[in-house]
């Protein structure tokens, strides 16, 4: 038998769905600096598909590809495309349009940026799926994404920055928290966050979100419970 010298392995990563609803460019750009200016960590090589069901062939499509990776964004792929000719330059360009089955995955499982100016990142969905414990003992490296769909997630180790907890649960780290951490990731607002050494880039939950400039100073490197109470994250001590 010949050594395989090429292996194929599924791996989940955290892919954000930008949804195009102004066929205006300008106020495209205008929109994306703004939230990324508000949270750069969050956005920082971030790997994007955007959703173009609204916008017609007269749309200019080749100036909007540039300036989104202009910005330090990986364009990955189409989804949603409605207009024939629209996706042929799509296509010319070189990028994907993906099947409807994957799209409606995305859409069902995965964060969004809704440009309507509504602050959320993540797409509703709720899920019959009962919650279970997933637990990492290990240490979470720089570049990491540990995707839990539906189970709580607990970490009994440091998360370094860089890497990235996503859960449809509850998140749980015993440990330093420097990366960024999202739960509730289906829209669920009754998840929580519980860490032990906040120091996150980033704090989600349901959409919600804190970045580290947005924390108040006197909870960094505190044992913490985060919440979400009327849209808006809350912060206190864990006793």
Not at 163 to 169: D, N, Q, R, T, V
């Amino acid at each position: 038998m010949k050594n395989q010298s090429v292996t194929f392995k599924n791996k989940n990563f955290s892919i954000l769905v930008v949804y195009l609803k102004n066929t205006k460019p300008d106020y495209f750009e205008s929109f994306l600096r703004e939230k990324i200016q508000e949270s750069p960590s969050f956005f920082q090589n971030k790997f994007i598909v955007l959703n173009v069901e609204n916008i017609s062939h007269k749309f200019d499509w080749i100036n909007i590809k540039n300036f989104i990776l202009s910005v330090g964004l990986f364009l990955i792929g189409i989804m949603d495309c409605k207009d024939k000719h629209l996706k042929k330059k799509i296509l010319c360009s070189g990028l994907p349009i993906l099947s409807d089955q994957y799209s409606a995955t995305l859409k069902r499982s995965n964060n969004n940026i809704n440009s309507c100016h509504k602050n959320k990142i993540f797409q509703k969905s709720r899920s019959s799926i009962s919650y279970k414990s997933y637990i990492i003992n290990h240490l979470i490296r720089s570049g990491q994404k540990i995707y839990s769909p539906y189970n709580d997630l607990i970490v009994t180790n440091n998360v370094s920055s860089g890497a990235e907890l996503i859960s449809g649960g509850n998140i749980h780290i015993y440990g330093h928290m420097r990366g960024r951490v999202l739960a509730g990731m289906n829209g669920d607002v009754t998840r929580k966050i519980f860490c032990t050494c906040l120091f996150a880039e980033l704090v989600s939950i349901a959409g919600e979100y804190l970045t580290i400039e947005q924390i108040p100073v006197k909870f960094l490197g505190q044992s913490v419970e985060i919440s979400l109470k009327n849209r808006i994250l809350c912060i206190k001590y864990l006793k």
